[in-house]
């Protein structure tokens, strides 16, 4: 079983910048494929971005490219989500999420992934 356990969140004013944190309880971490995705309020949980267990290849969310991104520690079995330029409509909850298949296969999809944090709250006031 593994555990992801997200940090970072918060409160920024548009414009500003946050950077989150997911660290996993794994010692196979360099093999697995993550992602993170976001919920807010009354909506959907979507895709934001995601990376490969090599570091080397991602893919983002068109509304948050440019803007956003995705980064990992292999050595310490972290995650990362630079967040700058954030707007009003980047408020959710952000989760991180894992899977084992290091396969670089529809990385977007929510089903890919076997393993899910709690989430932490991004709130961006205009």
């Known amino acids: 079983q593994v555990q992801l356990v997200e940090s970072g969140g918060g409160l920024v004013q548009a414009g500003g910048s946050l950077r989150l944190s997911c660290a996993a309880s794994?010692?196979?971490?360099?093999?697995?494929?993550m992602g993170w995705f976001r919920q807010a309020p009354g909506k959907e949980r979507e895709f934001v971005a995601a990376?490969?267990?090599?570091?080397?290849?991602?893919s983002y969310t068109d509304s948050v490219k440019g803007r956003f991104t995705i980064s990992r520690d292999n050595a310490k079995n972290t995650m990362y989500l630079q967040m700058d330029s954030l707007k009003p409509e980047d408020t959710a909850v952000y989760s991180c999420?894992?899977?084992?298949?290091?396969?670089?296969?529809?990385?977007?999809?929510?089903?890919?992934?076997?393993?899910w944090g709690q989430g932490t709250q991004v709130t961006v006031s205009s």
């Open positions: 990376i490969a267990w090599s570091g080397d290849t991602t």
């Open positions: 999420a894992a899977t084992s298949d290091s396969t670089w296969y529809m990385p977007s999809r929510s089903w890919r992934y076997d393993y």
């Open positions: 794994t010692r196979t971490y360099n093999g697995y494929t």
